[in-house]
C-alpha cells in the first residue's frame, strides 16, 4: 500500500477506475461484514448513561463511553456503494475485556459485550464522524415543542456516495431507516461534518436565532473554490434544510466550531489539479454565524495567511483549545500541517505528491476594534510527514494540580506517529511512533523493533478526560488511535499530569488486516 495522502485523498479519476475495476469482481456486491473494521477513517466519542441517554452530571460512574467507528471500505472489497459501515462500540467493555489474562490483541468485536447492536452500512469511503445529543447540542434530545423527543444521531460523510448519514443511536445500537442525506452533485468528496448549535448572534443588534445544524466540508469543487453545506437538524426530508455557502480560496478540510463565539473555523486544502490555487497563500478559513434567519451569514470571511510563518504549509484537522477561558472570548486554535516544497509548486503550478516535513501550529486569534483578526501565533512545531487529525483534551484542577492548559494529540500518517504536545509548557511531550521493546513497554505483542507501535498509518482520532477509577488512582486521559492500514483501534491510557510518561494501559481492538 502506498501512502494514505495518496490514496485515501485520491483524485476522482481514481476513484472512478478503483469502482470500474471492483465491479467485474463478485466481491462489489458483497455486503459490508458486521464483525470487524476495515480501513477505519472517522471517530467519535458518546458518553451514555444506563439507559442508553445522554451522560449527566446525576449519572455518575454508571456512564460508559461508546467509541463510534466508520470503515471506509478503501479497498472496494465489498459493495462498491455501501460498503462502508458505522460501528458503535462499548470502549468500557472493550478494555474490561481485554485486560482479561490470555485475551486475544487485537480483541475480535466479536467479543461478548464490545459491539452495540449491530454495526450499519454506510457509503463507502466514508469521512469524519460527529454526534449530536444533548452534550453537542444542549436541548437536542428534548426536540422542538409540540413534537416528539428527538433520537441522538451519529454523522456521517460518505466521499463514494456524496451523501451525509444521520444515523439513529438507540440503547440497542445504531439504525439507519433511509437516513442518507444526498449532498450537492456539483461539489466532490464530502469530508468533514461539525455541529454547530446556538443561538446567532448571541448579542445585541438582532433577536437571536437558534438554530442546530451540521457543517459538511468538500474536498473538491469546480474551479478549486472552497465550499460548505449547513444541513439543517430540524429537518429530516433529503435537501430540503441544506444550504451552501461558497466561502471562496480553496477547497475545505475540516471545520471546527465554538459555541462561546458562535464561530466556524474552517481549514482549506491544496487542490493538486488547480493551477489557480494560491500556492504563496494558504490559508485558514473563519466567518460568523449571523442572521441564518434571512439566508445570509454574517461577517465578512476572513483569513489568516499561514505561510508568513511556514512556506509550503497545507493545513488539515484543526481542532479548538477546551480550557475555562472568558465569556466570549476566543479559543486558542491547534492545526496540522503538511508541508510540501512551495519552490518546487511554483514552478510546476501545482503541489507536489509528496511532502518534505509536518508542522503543528498554535495560535491565538486577536480581534480587532474593526473585527479584523490578527494571529498571535504560540507554538510552530516539527511533526512527521502526513499531519491529518487533531484533537484537544482539557485538563482540570485537581486537589493537587491546578487547571492547565490542554494536552494536543495528532496523527502523523504517512510516518505512522502520534504526537502529544503539552500547551501549558509550549513542548513536544512524546511522539509514540515505533516499537522498542523493554520490560516496561505496555504495547500489546507482538511489539517487533521497529514496527509502527500503533500500527501502520494512523488516521482517526478521538481524546476523552476521565475520573479517577478502580484502576486510576487520580483523573487520566483515554486516547483513541486507529490504524487505516491494520484495521484496528488502539486505546491508551495517560497520565494528563505527566504526559511524557509511557501509556500505563494499552489495548488494541478489531481484527489485523491480513
Not at 467509541?67 to 471506509?72: E, M, N, P, R
Not at 448572534?201 to 473554490?225: E, H, I, M
Not at 507554538?379 to 484542577?397: F, H, Q, S
Request: charged content about 20%; aromatic content about 6%; some cysteine.
Amino acid at each position: 500500500m502506498t501512502r494514505l495522502s495518496k490514496k485515501l485523498l485520491a483524485a476522482p479519476a481514481l476513484l472512478a477506475a478503483a469502482a470500474l475495476g471492483a465491479c467485474g469482481d463478485r466481491a462489489s456486491f458483497i455486503d459490508p461484514p458486521g464483525d470487524r473494521l476495515f480501513f477505519p477513517t472517522g471517530m467519535a466519542l458518546r458518553r451514555v448513561n444506563a439507559a442508553g441517554g445522554t451522560c449527566r452530571p446525576a449519572d455518575g460512574a454508571a456512564c460508559r463511553t461508546h467509541l463510534l467507528v466508520a470503515s471506509s471500505n478503501f479497498d472496494l472489497a465489498f459493495s462498491a456503494t455501501e460498503g462502508g459501515t458505522l460501528a458503535v462500540i462499548d470502549a468500557d467493555a472493550a478494555v474490561e475485556a481485554a485486560s482479561q489474562p490470555g485475551a486475544t490483541s487485537p480483541l475480535p468485536l466479536t467479543t461478548a459485550g464490545v459491539l452495540v447492536g449491530a454495526p450499519v452500512p454506510v457509503g463507502s469511503y466514508a469521512g469524519e464522524v460527529a454526534v449530536v445529543d444533548d452534550s453537542t447540542c444542549p436541548g437536542w434530545e428534548d426536540g422542538i415543542p409540540g413534537q416528539p423527543p428527538n433520537t441522538p444521531e451519529a454523522l456521517v460523510t460518505s466521499r463514494q456516495l456524496g451523501s451525509l448519514y444521520r444515523v439513529a443511536l438507540g440503547s440497542d445500537g445504531p439504525s439507519c431507516r433511509n437516513c442518507a442525506v444526498k449532498l450537492n452533485t456539483a461539489l466532490a468528496d464530502p469530508f468533514g461534518v461539525t455541529v454547530a448549535c446556538g443561538s446567532f448572534p448571541p448579542s445585541a443588534g438582532l433577536a437571536p436565532q437558534p438554530r442546530r445544524d451540521a457543517w459538511v466540508t468538500y474536498l473538491r469543487a469546480p474551479q478549486s473554490l472552497g465550499w460548505l453545506t449547513r444541513v439543517d437538524l430540524d429537518v429530516h426530508a433529503p435537501l430540503a434544510g441544506n444550504t451552501d455557502v461558497n466561502i471562496g480560496r480553496v477547497s475545505t478540510h475540516s471545520s471546527a466550531y465554538d459555541p462561546s463565539t458562535t464561530r466556524l473555523y474552517v481549514s482549506p486544502r491544496f487542490d493538486t489539479n488547480a493551477s489557480s490555487a494560491p500556492l504563496r497563500s494558504l490559508q485558514l478559513g473563519r466567518f460568523d454565524l449571523s442572521d441564518t434567519s434571512t439566508g445570509t451569514f454574517g461577517g465578512a470571511l476572513q483569513a489568516i495567511d499561514l505561510t508568513s510563518v511556514l512556506r509550503g504549509a497545507e493545513p488539515r484537522g484543526l481542532a479548538l483549545s477546551r480550557g475555562p477561558r472568558a465569556p466570549g472570548t476566543a479559543p486558542r486554535l491547534f492545526m496540522g500541517l503538511r508541508v510540501f516544497d512551495a519552490t518546487l509548486a511554483s514552478q510546476l503550478g501545482v503541489r507536489p505528491s509528496g511532502d518534505l516535513a509536518g508542522a503543528l501550529v498554535a495560535f491565538d486569534t486577536v480581534t480587532g476594534p474593526d473585527e479584523a483578526i490578527t494571529p498571535r501565533f504560540a507554538a510552530i512545531l516539527p511533526i512527521d510527514r502526513g499531519a491529518t487529525v487533531v484533537r484537544t483534551v482539557e485538563r482540570l484542577a485537581t486537589a493537587t494540580e491546578p487547571a492547565k492548559r490542554d494536552l494536543v494529540f495528532a496523527t502523523a500518517t504517512d510516518d505512522s506517529s502520534l504526537l502529544v504536545y503539552d500547551d501549558e509548557v509550549g513542548k513536544v511531550a512524546q511522539v509514540i511512533a515505533f516499537c522498542q521493546p523493554t520490560e516496561n513497554d505496555p504495547t500489546p505483542g507482538p511489539c517487533q523493533a521497529g514496527r509502527p507501535r500503533l500500527g501502520l498509518q494512523p488516521f482517526g482520532l478521538a481524546v476523552e478526560a476521565r475520573a479517577a477509577d478502580a484502576l486510576h488512582p487520580a483523573p487520566y486521559v483515554r486516547v483513541y488511535v486507529g490504524s487505516f492500514d491494520r484495521n484496528w483501534v488502539n486505546i491508551l491510557d495517560m497520565d494528563p499530569a505527566n504526559p511524557q510518561a509511557p501509556p500505563s494501559g494499552w489495548w488494541r481492538i478489531g481484527q489485523e488486516r491480513p
